[in-house]
């Protein structure tokens, strides 16, 4: 004889009460859940999320070189109040499904910050799990769908896109007088948010795009939009768009007889940029940079000596806004004496701080910076536009 | 009209770089019954192996393609002999076995060269040609050039040499070819050999006019894949049919859809095939599967 399973009116109570009470547990406040993440002693753990494989491997390669330095120089110090800092990188691939997993991670292993990641698509999707555990995130990222994400616990290390592209356009309509100008993007969060920042910024001055060409984040052969763009004769073109698919569009571009100049924000002053391309095609690039060399500051020297003394290479601007976004987090932390969560958070936006992009003075959007000065290429090296 | 031109040169060159990673394809499923999964990473090695020769080694571009495609073939043989003994015993397994070895190849690349790719110029100094308002690459031409003569090279081994034909014959029959001598096994490895050398020489030459990294294998072969099903799998000419068509319809997507090129060309593909299962040139009797 066979027995079927009916449930029992009390376990369906059980079951709702479970529910209702996981309910409850996720409506709790942002960063009041997880109170054991605090611990008062041992080391201060700090995650750094980037991607360390793949196309964008050498922007996080950056990312965790300046954060390294800082902490480094902070351990060197003493730590924190007396504690040291333990950081430790993750890979995120550039993926952001890789990424929302990380975010889980750190969450578990109780990291108290996140430094990265460099690509705002995996900051996204990692942001409401963060927000959920209260841990702080700095982020190398610009795309403005940043700060529509309204997270309290999610800060810019530099400025947004909004920022970057409305300089640029600045530069080239009302100092350049370029009445026609094309764009070139990608559909990626990056180069979506470089897209809409500058076309609208364009437009606020009274120039529309004669082209807008979008390519996907994963093409290697730019030859149809170029076609295209060429047929136009514009006087400069815009790219939205990571370092590494930047050069290669430079590059045939040329290759396709287009021999105007080229306009961009921070992908186009790093030297993966200026590698893919080679040097001859990118003469002459227009870069809107917080951070236009390692010479505009005493400051700036100074980290690009240690930069230099601790890896061998050269500076630039990614390892810049890591170096500034870890010594803010860690200024924080001071001042906080080693606060968590929502308090922590607080801190962070509370920090006025002189880096070496700038004053940073964060707002409730937590973006801290909004001023970005033109640069030009020149013999392969970024120099500032005089 | 000068648009639509200038696109039909670009989606040439890189359908003629198709075809031959097509060619590869097909050329090892004709005489094995075999889908070559790693055949792509092969084109990838193939890609990193003749811009390291090139341009740590500084060696001529040609002897730097040459030495690639030894190295490449070198790996084919040993893929080969290691599915050698699954050959005639278990299909899947060895077809699993192509995979595997794709992902190792993958890794392999990863810690020999590291996570960045590289950029590599193009080996002809000389200015595009502009004919007519066109912008032809030089280096598109020596592209176009080299596939046309491997094709000719492969067409003229497969119909006028005796191994050649040793090959031909182990296609059609396995069997009865082994009943009258020939050894399979020597005609397989061969097939993979040749197979590799031509995946190197499409991963060689796409690199100055791609970006050479660990996924570019990706990029390659999927398409070129495409393009041996659309030409008929098996078929030389085939390939070589399908390779430039789907490089032209690839080529035109991109300029008319922008975003959403791949989503286009897929689509138009699976349409082809729906149509025509067996592809341009498709023979029933060179399937074995």
Known sequence: MSRTPRPSVPRTALV???????????????GESDSEAGSDSGPIKIAVVNARSGQLSSLGEWEYKGAKLAIDEWNKKGGVNGRKIEMKSFDDQGDPTTGTNLARKIDSENYIAMIGTAESAVTIAMAPVLKQA?????????????VDQKSPFLFLNGPTSTTYDSTLAKHLIEDKGYKKIAMITNNGSFGKGEHDAFAKAAKDLGVSPVTDQVVTTDQKDFSAALTKIRSKKPEA???GSEEVEAGLIVKQARDLGITVPFAGAAPQGTPVFIDTAGEKAVEGTIVSSPYLSNDISPAAQKFAAAYQAAYGEEAELHGAKAYDGTNILLTALKSSDVATGRKLADAIRATAYDGLLGRFEFGADGVGITETAIGVIRD??????? | MQDTLQTLVSGLSLGAVYALVAMGFSLVYRTMGLVNFAHADIAMIGAYAASTFYLTSHLPFAVAMGLAIVITGAIGLVIERVLRPLENKDFDLMLIGTIGFGIVLQALAIIIWGTTGRAVPSPLDSAPLDVLGIRIRTYDLL???????????LAFFLSRTKRGAAMQAVAMDHEAATAVGIDVGRSNALAFAIGAGLAALAGGLVGPMLYVDASLGGALGIKGFAAAMLGGFGSIHGAVVGGIAIGVLDSYAAGHFQGYSVLVTFLVFTIAIMIRPMGIFGERTVSRA
């Open chain 1, 134 to 146: 209260g841990i702080p995130n700095i982020t190398s990222g610009q795309a403005d769908a940043l």
């Open chain 1, 380 to 386: 392969g090296k970024l120099v500032e536009q005089k």
């Open chain 1, 16 to 30: 709702a009460a479970v529910a209702l009470a996981a309910a409850l547990t996720a409506c709790s406040a942002p």
């Open chain 1, 237 to 239: 073109v815009f790219i």
């Open chain 2, 143 to 153: 592209v176009m050039a080299v596939a046309a003569l491997a094709v000719v090279a």
